[in-house]
């Protein structure tokens, strides 16, 4: 799961085939040093902390916060209430089906494929440019 000022919500892909297994993620990005996500990190007890590679010398450096598996989705159904806009939509959409679309061992059958994409485009669907759904 992959938002600026809420977190990124969003299933991030480890791989680009689509019967790869496919890893939920929660992503908190900073700017603001890294002491934040070092708190987030404390409060939770679980993730890491990645650095964000500099374009440019006079960049300030920068950080995030990420969480996968299971243990994001636990995070994200705590946090859920606190989310804005689109995300409420797809994160509410992730903690209802996610886990049933989403085989443990990474292995689709066909009718898995088929409900699978479905449901990548419906989260997909769920958008700033898309009308809020209330779930």
Do not use: W
């Not at 496919?22 to 987030?40: D, F, K, M």
């Not at 994160?91 to 479905?118: F, H, I, K, M, W």
Request: aromatic letters at 8%.
């Amino acid at each position: 799961m992959s938002v600026a000022d809420e977190g990124i919500v969003q299933p991030a892909a480890k791989a680009v085939d689509v019967l790869s297994p496919r890893l939920h993620q929660l992503r908190v990005p900073g700017q603001e040093g890294r002491e934040p996500n070092s708190y987030i990190r404390s409060v939770i007890g679980c993730g890491r902390i990645t650095n964000k590679a500099c374009a440019r010398p006079h960049h300030t450096p920068s950080f995030a916060y990420v969480i996968h598996g299971r243990q994001a989705l636990e995070v994200l159904s705590q946090v859920v209430g606190y989310l804005r806009t689109y995300k409420v939509g797809r994160a509410r959409l992730l903690l209802e089906e996610y886990l049933s679309v989403t085989p443990r061992n990474g292995r689709y059958s066909a009718e898995q494929v088929e409900a699978r994409q479905d449901f990548e485009r419906r989260f997909f669907a769920l958008s700033l440019r898309a009308p809020a759904q209330a779930a």
